[in-house]
């Protein structure tokens, strides 16, 4: 494993890590809660309830997002676009699957890293729609305003990875990775109020 790849895999961990924190902490919480009552109330029972669907739902995305894919997986639209839902509720963000049929799980996982970057961009919320568009991908972000990190997506087209990189960005550098093995070109196109990604 190249020192890279070691990096990229450290990232991973500490992002998968970091993001389910909260949630099963509140797990936690929402337990201590009914221990000092003595008894459930639903207050505390609706705390762990949405705790445990939004740790549920970051679980399913990234297994798809971050996990191991063969070209031989298959993900269906209905699957797709509900772990897109699922992960994005609660948020400002929405998160679009606007693909027909099933797609190659492979291709799946490399559209849902363009949409994590694409989310960096939306400081205050906004929109990610993935559409498949002539034997590819079109990624787009959409929002009130952009927050484009010129570091990071020089990542996607070749550049180094920063030595700073943190664990929140490191779907920039496993997209740079993953893309070319499998045959896609990376096109990034920036607006005043769009970003957006082609896998061609």
Same mark, same amino acid.
């Given at each position: $494993?190249?020192?890279?790849? #070691? ?7 500490? &992002? ?6 909260? %949630? ?13 009552? =003595?008894? %459930?109330?639903?207050?505390? $029972? ?11 739902? &970051? ?21 797709? =676009? ?7 509720? =609660?948020? &400002? ?6 693909? %027909? ?21 939306? *400081? ?25 990190? *010129? ?14 990189? #943190? *664990? ?8 740079? $990775?993953?893309? %070319? ?20």
């Amino acid at each position: $494993m190249s020192l890279d790849n #070691a990096r990229i895999a450290g990232l991973v961990g500490s &992002r998968l890590c970091h993001d389910l924190v909260s %949630p099963v902490g509140a797990i936690s919480n929402g337990l201590e809660l009914i221990a000092l009552s =003595g008894s %459930p109330g639903s207050d505390e $029972m609706a705390l762990i309830a949405q705790s445990c669907a939004s740790a549920s739902a &970051r679980i399913n995305f990234f297994r798809v997002a971050f996990g191991a894919a063969s070209a031989e997986q298959r993900i269906g639209a209905a699957e797709a =676009g509900k772990l897109l839902t699922d992960y994005a509720g =609660g948020s &400002r963000l929405a998160l679009l699957w606007q693909a %027909p049929g099933d797609a190659e799980r492979r291709d799946v996982q490399l559209a849902f890293l363009a949409a994590l970057c694409c989310e960096t961009a939306l *400081p205050l919320g906004g929109r990610v729609v993935i559409a498949s568009e002539a034997g590819g991908w079109r990624i787009t972000g959409t929002g009130p305003r952009l927050g484009i990190e *010129p570091a990071l997506w020089k990542i996607l087209q070749g550049g180094a990875l920063p030595a700073d990189l #943190a *664990p929140a960005r490191v779907q920039f550098a496993l997209l740079a $990775m993953l893309a %070319p093995e499998r045959g896609r070109k990376l096109e990034l196109t920036t607006g005043e109020a769009a970003v957006s990604i082609r896998l061609g």
